[in-house]
């Protein structure tokens, strides 16, 4: 969908970015930006799994168990 120049800067929406169209009653289509949403869900999964280790993680072990590999390597 291609939104004007003067839309988009009215809206303050930048370029490139991501907008979730919602169809509403009556033909309506609310466009709501989710670049700023993107942005902090991925500044949380960064801190949360900073620290994350493949050879630390249980269902890793297990796969690696049940097909018969000994050890699994570090990256």
């Known amino acids: ?19 979730l169209a919602q169809v509403k009653a009556e033909g309506r289509v609310e466009l709501i930006s989710v670049d700023s949403e993107m942005s902090g869900a991925r500044q949380v999964a960064e801190r949360k799994l900073a620290n994350w280790r493949e050879e630390d993680h249980e269902a890793s072990k297990l796969a690696h168990r049940l097909a018969g590999v000994k050890k699994i390597e570090a990256a």
Do not use: I
Not at 1 to 16: D, G, H, I, V
């Open 1 to 19: 969908m291609l939104l004007p120049k003067e839309t988009r800067e009215s809206a303050k929406l930048r370029t490139p970015g991501k907008l």
